[in-house]
């Protein structure tokens, strides 16, 4: 059976998103991934693989290494779809402050 994996429920986990972090800037192998968690080599797998089946990370095997590298276009797609929520907030926030200045200036 091939489990679809919700990229959302893989974010909302805050070990894979400090692994974004750490391969946000250049690409990693699993071992120097896991060297900077407290939990063990199988866990930090198991988050990898994870963050793999939901297209976060790409996986390039490099001699006998894979090295993990973030999927910037995947990334884009999220933020895409996060935008309009983003932008209702600022809106409603604007408009909460403008309220609180006419309220505070009477």
Same mark, same amino acid.
């Given at each position: ?9 893989a974010l909302a986990d805050?070990?894979? /998103?400090? =692994? ?7 690409? $990693?192998?699993?071992? !120097? ?8 080599r199988p866990t930090v797998?198991?988050h990898l693989q994870i ?12 001699? /006998?290494? =894979? ?7 995947? $990334?884009?797609?999220? !933020? ?27």
């Open positions: 059976m091939n489990l679809r994996r919700d990229v959302f429920q805050p070990t894979r /998103r400090a =692994i974004l972090l750490l391969v946000a800037s250049h690409a $990693m192998p699993a071992g !120097a991934i896991a060297s900077n968690f407290d939990t063990s797998s198991k963050l793999t089946e939901c297209e976060l990370l790409k996986p390039e095997q490099n001699g /006998r290494e =894979i090295y993990y590298h973030l999927n910037p276009q995947k $990334m884009k797609e999220i !933020a895409d779809f996060i935008e309009p929520f983003r932008q209702m907030w600022d809106d409603r926030f604007n408009k909460l402050e403008a309220v609180m200045k006419n309220y505070i200036a009477k």
